[in-house]
Each structure stands twice: as structure tokens, then as C-alpha cells.
DNA sequence: TCTGGGGTCCTAGGACCC
DNA sequence: TCTGGGGTCCTAGGACCC
């Protein structure tokens, strides 16, 4: 007999406003959303009280006021969410080892092997009411065998929602669902699947014409049909969130940059923290990408790949001016971004330095003095030692 | 209504190699 | 002299998610 997964998706509700409510529980029960004070900008988030009006993420604060005019804002604190999410992901821990965070506020985890003869809804029930009695933290479990099937059961009950999603219950209870609510279709693939009569779950699941579909949706056309039809064979992974793909940080500038010297010294600071993220993870980037958006929405980019791993600041600076110098002429600027990624750990980082030492000291005994000196300035003398003992 | 900041993944075209 | 087919890597840009 084939044994069945049993997969939890468990999801912190509203999360960055329930963070607000726990630590200062005056904020609930009424209308909150996250986000900036200004009228300007977007709503991060906002509670369940809020989205009575209609208030929603991403919505533009000036009509998220209109909607709901007794809206409280407060401002984002990732520090504050950070801490409430590992208290999450330590609580969740302790059930299983197979627990793989899927963002900030949702995990999977994988419960076949670890139920000890428990129902799959006791469990899920001891679990949202411990995370709202000790930390209060609200969560919705979705159970299933598949994490497809487990995270749109989640969905279908928040807040404080247990469901359980059966192979047998995706015709009835998934494919009425309007297609948006398949994880990875969205705004801009929904108009496309319309033209050809796709407007739910269930149309997808029973397309018949597969290669009108390859079209819209690519080499994911078969992984979203199985999807639609409730299959979903992707393992728990617990080691994935640890494995960066890229490391970036951007900002927005409201009012806009003007002059060309502000702009630098903007992706100065962007680049700085860049540096200083990919020490703290010990990683070393190959790939470094500037991203500039115009005062009219132009979105632009340029990339390079590096010869060698790095995560200096003076190193990577150097690429994103060049980089930027070609991206940028003479209009304003409303976003910065640095990013980088094609990222290896530290150790390959210690190796590179030492290659570029040895090729400096045939050549040019400024560069080395300018290596010797950065490295002493940027990790301290053991990172050196570390160096010289790897040999 | 007018669009944050952190990401992941995909695609298409070109360069280059065998 | 003309030029196949497969594979890999790089770059720019876009869709999507939380």
C-alpha cells in the first residue's frame, strides 16, 4: 500500500501587524495597516479589522485612508518581525526536523515520520493555539499530502483556520477557484489563460489543448497542470532557506535623486550594506547587478560577472560606478538597487585572496599593499591567518 | 490608486566551445 | 568554403511572491 506524506503549511496571519498587536496589544481589535506615514507610498500589510474595509497590502495608503478613515498606521520594524519569526520557526522546531521556512512568516513541514500516532488536526490544533497562548501569534494550518495541497489548504481559512485537503477533495474544493490563486499565476498570465477560456483552477486542470498552454505559461505548463489537478511530488527541503541565491538592497527615493554625485553616494551606501550582509552570511558574490528606475517608471539594469568571488566593498564599488556610469544619463532617479549574487561561502572568498596575492607579487607590489591593507580593514587579522594557514 | 523592499525563477538572445 | 547541433555561460528584463 502506498503510505501517504502528510505535510503541514503552517502561516503566520497578517503577520507584520499581528508582530505590532503582540507587542503592544492596545493596537488590536481596531483597523491597523504597516507602512509609511506619509500619504504617499504603500500598505505593507494590515490587520483583519482593516481588510473589513478592503484595506490591503500593497495598497496605496492615500486609498487605504479613504476605505477606512480611522486607520491606524505604524511603521515597519523588521528587527521587531525578524525576532517574532525565529520564535515561530524555534516553536515549530520542536515537532520535526523536517521544517523548511518558505518566507518570513510560513513553513512547511514535513510531519509523515513524526505524528507518534496523533491525528494530523490534534496536532495542528495544539500548535495554533500554543503559538496564540504563548506568543500570540496567529496562525492557519493547511495539512495535505502534498506542500502544494497543504499550502492552498492554509489559504482557504484565515485567520485561525486548520483545513485538510485530500486528494479527493481538489475537484470540489480547488477547482472552483479562480485560477490567481494558483501560486505563481499572476496579474499579468490571468489575462492570457482568459483568451482561452481558463478562468479557474478546474479549467486548467482539464485544458485540453496543451500546446496553446506551453505559450502562456512555458516549461511550467506540465508542473501548473499537475498542480491544478492536486499533484505535487517537491520534497520538504530543510536546508533550502540557507542556500542564497542573491543578496541585493534598493531603496526608493521619494522626490527623487537630481544630481549625479547624490547618486553615487547613494549606491555608495547601498553597496556598503551589500558588503556588510554578505560578511555577516560569510558569502562571496560573483555577479553584480545595478538597477536604476526613472522618474517615469523605466526600469534598468546592468550586470557583470566577476573573474574572481568577492564581497569587499572597495571591489564591489568599483563595478557598480562603472556599471552605473553606463546605465545612468542625465534624468532623475526614483529607485537604486545593488545586487549580487552568483554566491559561493566565505572559504572561496580566502582562497581568491590568496591567488590575487600571488599574482600581485609578480606584478605590482602596490596592489598587494592595497590587498594586505583592505583585508586587515575588512575582516581583521584572523580571516588573514585563516588565509595564509588554508595553504 | 499609482506603485516598498526583500527575494526566486524564467526566458531569449548572443558568445563560445566541441 | 560553408556552416550542424548540442551544451554552457552571460546578460537584460520580466513575472511573481510575501
Known sequence: MQKYRVIFHVDLNAFFASCEEARDPSLRGRPLGIGPSSERGILTTANYEARKYGVNSAMPVSEAKRLCPELKIVPVDFALYNEYSETFFDYLSQYTEQLEPASIDEAY???TDDLE?????????????????????????????????AKMASDLKKPFGITILRKRDVQEKLWPLPIDRLHGIGSKTV????????????????????????KFLGNQTEPFMNKARGEDDRRIDPARKDRHQSIGKSKTYEGFLHEHDEMLEA?????????????????????????????????????VTLEQHTNHFYELFE?????????????????L?????????????????????????EKDEGTLERVLKSINRHYGKDVLKRGVNDE
Request: glycine share 6%; no cysteine; net charge neutral.
Open 191 to 214: 489575462p492570457n489563460l482568459r483568451l482561452i477560456g481558463i478562468d479557474t483552477i478546474g479549467d486548467l486542470a482539464t485544458f485540453p489543448e496543451v500546446e496553446k498552454l506551453r
Open 117 to 149: 500516532d496523533q491525528h494530523p488536526k490534534t496536532l495542528a490544533k495544539r500548535m495554533q493555539d500554543e503559538l496564540w497562548s504563548r506568543h500570540r501569534l496567529p496562525v492557519s494550518v493547511g495539512i495535505g499530502p502534498n506542500p502544494f495541497l
Open 319 to 335: 563595478e557598480v560606478e562603472r556599471l552605473f556610469e553606463e546605465l545612468h544619463g542625465t534624468e532623475a532617479v526614483h529607485l
Open 337 to 361: 538597487g545593488v545586487s549580487t549574487s552568483k554566491l559561493t561561502s566565505q572559504s572561496g572568498l580566502v582562497r581568491q585572496l590568496d591567488i590575487f596575492e600571488a599574482s600581485a607579487e
Open 109 to 111: 513541514l514535513d510531519m
Open 267 to 303: 549606491l555608495k551606501s547601498l553597496t556598503r550594506r551589500v558588503s556588510e550582509r554578505l560578511k555577516e552570511h560569510e558569502l562571496a558574490a560573483r555577479t553584480l547587478t545595478v538597477q536604476l528606475r526613472t522618474s517615469d517608471y523605466e526600469n534598468r539594469s546592468r550586470s
